[in-house]
């Protein structure tokens, strides 16, 4: 069998590697599973050959194919002529290589293999299906009367209908998904995986990099992403600046694919020492490392009613190294698991005292010698790949596909 698995970001960008591959990895090992055919969106092909051999699994089943992105000087008409020739492009790779199975992932791609499917009715999973539509709305990025909310939300609905296949990413989300009337052997919960051994904590590395820095006595926080959209902002710079205030020594760690100048521009706006905060853009094997060196982590969200349907990457890469986590209430099955089973504290900018309260968590699990060994057994738990194996094994079994 050829599938066709369709990813709408770039090759090298870091939710691909970390999310796709591990989907990918899944894949290859079916044996009725011929051939796979991952096509990611891309400015330039051209740039992408050392990428493709770095982020690629070495295995002849798969095969990379860009489609490359408009660049239109409306950003808007840019998405829409993207989306208009991904359908064309996807429905033309489906007839001419005999695909039998279309893979989106996420909700954005999916909609795009949802309009293939009414004209070649070739069957469509869709992986790390969430609310997207919902997302972009509460977090102000888009307008609820907007075009781009309607349509996403329209086509997520028809998702719901007419996939062969759904995996969201939470269990709060599948209960959403039944609540709304999907029939339950339609959906199979399969969180954003992480390679606990590639995350490990690393002694040597915390000491290397530490010394480098001249860090070696500090408490260092880290945060792995981005700023703006669903995640906080300004909101993030006041949260640093009270870590300042509450702990001693503390220094601050930002990897982000922004503009160093971006970011340094809001910090600023806070009065906060540049000194004791290093920014850096790394790719996605050199995080572990960061990780390594820090004493805890920020998964500083944008809160709101669709948050809960979320699996943060960087949440379950943070627990393999062992750190506990500061996360917004609220955020996927994570929040609660936390409050439950430890591996850090969330907070509520809306309550006031919560932050203060949540470090005081925080700094009670550093104070724990065991932490950095019992921590990652939550990555286990919740974000094994094995859940991704079970989601295809079942809905290949289900659909006869095997």
């Known amino acids: ?18 999310t796709v591959i591990p989907h990918l990895l899944a894949l290859v090992e079916f044996q009725h599973i011929s051939k796979i055919i991952l096509i990611t969106l891309e400015d330039n092909a051209k740039d992408c050959g050392d990428a493709a051999a ?5 295995d002849p089943k798969i095969h990379w194919l860009p489609f490359l992105t408009s660049k239109y000087k409306s950003r808007i008409l840019s998405q829409v002529v993207d989306h208009q020739n991904g359908y064309k492009q ?31 009715e070739t069957p469509f999973f869709v ?34 209908k007419h996939a062969a296949g759904l995996m969201p990413v939470s ?21 954003c995986s992480v390679n606990a051994a590639a995350f490990e904590f690393n002694e040597k590395q915390r000491e290397s990099i530490r010394r480098q820095l001249q860090w070696e006595k500090a408490v260092i926080g880290i945060y792995v992403g981005k700023f703006g959209g669903l995640y906080y902002n300004e909101e993030a710079s006041q949260i640093y600046q009270l870590c300042f205030k509450l702990i001693s020594g503390f220094r601050l760690v930002i990897l982000s694919p922004q503009p160093e100048e971006e970011i340094t521009t809001q910090l600023k706006q806070y009065n906060l020492d540049l000194g004791r905060i290093y920014i850096a853009s790394v790719p996605h094997n050199e995080v572990p490392a960061y990780l390594s060196l820090a004493d805890f982590a920020f998964a500083t969200y944008k809160p709101g009613p669709s948050k809960k349907y979320l699996s943060p990457v960087k949440v379950g890469e943070y627990w393999a190294n062992g750190l506990p986590v500061l996360l917004t209430e609220g955020v996927g099955d994570d929040s ?11 907070f509520n900018l809306q309550q006031e005292g ?33 859940r991704i194996r079970e989601a295809y094994e079942y809905f290949f079994n289900r659909n006869g596909q095997v």
């Open 1 to 18: 069998m050829n599938i066709a698995f369709f990813c709408r970001w770039k090759l090298e960008d870091g939710l691909t590697v970390s």
């Open 54 to 58: 770095n982020c690629l699994i070495n």
């Open 90 to 120: 996807l429905k033309q790779l489906v007839n001419e290589n005999d695909i039998r199975l279309v893979i989106a992932h996420g909700s954005p791609a999916g909609s795009i293999a949802y309009q293939v499917w009414r004209q070649t």
């Open 127 to 160: 992986s790390l299906f969430e609310p997207h539509a919902d997302y972009m709305y509460e977090s102000g990025v888009w307008n609820k009367y907007g075009l781009k909310y309607r349509f996403q939300k329209k086509w997520e609905h028809e998702q719901q």
């Open 171 to 191: 269990e709060c989300f599948k209960t959403k998904l039944l609540e709304q009337g999907m029939a339950t052997e339609k959906v199979f919960v399969a969180p």
């Open 336 to 346: 609660d698991i936390i409050n439950s089973e430890g591996g850090g504290a969330t």
């Open 354 to 386: 919560s932050l203060e309260q949540a470090m005081d968590k925080i700094k009670q699990i550093l104070n724990d010698p065991n932490h950095r060994k019992e921590i990652p057994k939550l990555a286990q738990k919740y974000r094994s790949p094995d």
